[in-house]
């Protein structure tokens, strides 16, 4: 099935340093989705890219979608503690088996000291 | 308002043991799917639901089973855990809509220990 490959794996930031995480498939996605999972917790869904070249911003947020369609980024402006947690990328399963399953990235941890 | 509920959220089970774990949604959607999630791991993908449906993982192992007896309900079966099964299993649930387009929903987790 198609891989997603996430970068860094951790990030240590000081509280308002900006952040990013970036996400890289070796095919073209359909689309993207973006979750967080915060500490002893659950992944939340943040936002799904679909256009070639698509950004959006959720507040301090800004998600990116390559224009190949095989990248994606997550920029955090400012960070806040409350912004500690696992952000993953997931991009549609290629497996036949999978319908509308998802490849999760290995995810980036991030965590923010006040 | 709980959308996707998972019982028990807690669970100690002993080596070889079966267990059930269970997910219940209120959303009404069509595809539910079995996490497991391991420390510091990404979610990996168990098996899914597409109605009726039952979509097996080429590396699930044969010692996870599920049963969907009915829309709103998912079990999953480990028939006889060993060490290496203990992790968050977490259910996610997705609606009917586009392949392409399908974000999904997850439940709270339950978390496995194995002694």
């Known amino acids: 099935g198609q891989q997603v490959m996430q970068i860094p794996q951790y990030q240590h930031v000081q509280e308002g340093e900006d952040f990013t995480t970036y996400c890289n498939s070796s095919?073209?996605?359909?689309?993207i989705q973006w979750y967080k999972q915060r500490p002893g917790g659950h992944p939340v869904f943040l936002i799904q890219?679909?256009?070639?070249?698509e950004v959006k911003k959720q507040k301090r947020l800004t998600f990116q979608f390559g224009e190949a369609k095989k990248n994606s980024s997550l920029h955090i402006t400012a960070t806040q503690t409350t912004d500690v947690g696992t952000y993953f990328c997931a991009g549609p399963s290629g497996n036949s088996n999978s319908g509308y399953a998802l490849n999760f990235g290995k995810g980036t941890s991030l965590l923010v000291t006040p | 308002d709980a959308m996707v509920i998972q019982n028990p959220r807690y669970q100690v089970t002993q080596f070889g043991k079966p267990v059930t774990l269970s997910c219940s949604q209120t959303l009404n959607h069509n595809v539910m799917y079995w996490y497991q999630q391991k420390s510091s791991q990404a979610p990996k993908l168990l098996f899914h639901?597409?109605?009726?449906?039952?979509?097996n993982e080429a590396d699930t192992p044969d010692n996870f089973q599920s049963r969907r007896p009915n829309t709103s309900f998912c079990f999953l079966d480990i028939r006889s855990p060993g060490l290496g099964d203990a992790a968050m299993y977490l259910c996610a649930t997705s609606p009917r809509g586009r392949r392409d387009t399908d974000t999904q929903y997850f439940g709270p987790g339950t978390r496995l220990t194995v002694l």
């Open positions: 890219l679909v256009k070639s070249g």
């Open positions: 095919t073209t996605l359909s689309n």
């Open positions: 639901y597409y109605d009726k449906d039952f979509n």
